[in-house]
């Protein structure tokens, strides 16, 4: 089987980190296989040797003709059964069979409604109190914080997220940090300009560019995690949540609940108001957030990832046979 993924910034599109999970893992279980990643985007951390790594010209509008030629000359010289994609189609790859992957790790398809969960690739465990008290040291002075997880949000997301942080400071009198675990001034320029005028300046933490293992041992030292992002990046949380023993918070969405359940603690409204009053609550409640992580371990354990690859790779072989219909609705 020959499968080609093409995809965005894993970074900022929780759907491209769906999908890039789903290929690290269908290549290593799958070692006879062929699968091609195609991306603009420069991947925070290296690739099995089993998948073929292909970087295209970035998709500016003014030369978006040559960026989906590239992609269609590279399509043509590797001869993929199947074409797996989250960007929007060009007219050029009408000659494969393609199927789109869904915000919450389903394909975007008549014929299919089945979850794909996308498992951390790494060994991830849940750190000791001496390895978390030693992570919290080095970054907050031995406090205790929330951190931004998963793909990153929108400016508008991430102001949001600052202004409930604001509130949450101002009403509970804490020492407790917020850290964003990436460079400010790379993501967000404008935001970057004007953030020592942030009335909590000094609570924030922004790390700059970490190494894919640093974030992973800040996830594991946090008091909660918080997931705003695009489509996608809250369940790509959710699943880090759930590996590092750590409680997750969000916004009230049905997909990501009918996936996590009452693992999660979610905000009523995507205001600041509402998600401020679950950081208070969570922060209040120490039971609460011991029982959110007992779920969330729970969660974790029933999850099979050789059996989730073994139906994904089935799934895509029936996509290729036409035994499944891959065209969207």
Not at 194 to 205: A, M, N
Request: overall charge positive; some cysteine; hydrophobic content about 45%.
């Amino acid at each position: 089987m020959r499968v080609a993924f093409h995809i965005g910034d894993p970074l900022t599109d929780g759907v491209s980190a769906i999908a890039l999970s789903w290929v690290q893992q269908l290549s290593t279980q799958y070692p006879s296989d062929r699968f091609m990643l195609l991306t603009d985007s420069i991947l925070s951390s290296p690739l099995d040797n089993n998948i073929q790594l292909e970087r295209l010209p970035r998709r500016y509008s003014l030369l978006s003709a040559w960026s989906h030629w590239v992609l269609y000359k590279k399509l043509r010289t590797f001869k993929p059964d199947l074409l797996v994609h989250t960007l929007a189609e060009s007219r050029l790859m009408a000659r494969w069979k393609k199927v789109r992957v869904g915000p919450m790790a389903r394909f975007e398809t008549r014929s299919t409604t089945d979850r794909f969960m996308p498992l951390s690739f790494s060994q991830v465990s849940v750190l000791s109190a001496e390895e978390k008290h030693t992570i919290k040291e080095q970054w907050s002075f031995g406090r205790e914080f929330f951190m931004l997880t998963g793909p990153l949000p929108s400016e508008a997301q991430l102001t949001l997220l600052l202004q409930a942080f604001s509130l949450f400071k101002h009403r509970q009198q804490t020492g407790l940090r917020l850290v964003l675990p990436f460079s400010l001034s790379a993501y967000y320029p404008a935001l970057a300009k004007k953030i020592d005028q942030y009335k909590y300046r000094s609570s924030l933490i922004i790390t700059e560019m970490l190494s894919p293992q640093q974030v992973v041992q800040l996830a594991g030292s946090a008091y909660s995690l918080i997931a705003i992002g695009t489509p996608g990046a809250a369940l790509i949380a959710c699943l880090q949540a759930w590996q590092v023993g750590v409680p997750l918070l969000s916004i009230q969405d049905n997909d990501l609940e009918a996936a996590a359940g009452e693992s999660v603690l979610y905000a009523t409204a995507d205001t600041k108001e509402a998600l401020a009053t679950i950081m208070m609550q969570i922060y209040k409640d120490e039971s609460l957030r011991l029982e959110l992580i007992r779920k969330g371990q729970q969660r974790v354990n029933e999850l099979d990832q050789h059996r989730i690859t073994a139906a994904l790779y089935e799934q895509l072989q029936q996509f290729i046979q036409g035994v499944a219909d891959p065209s969207a609705y």
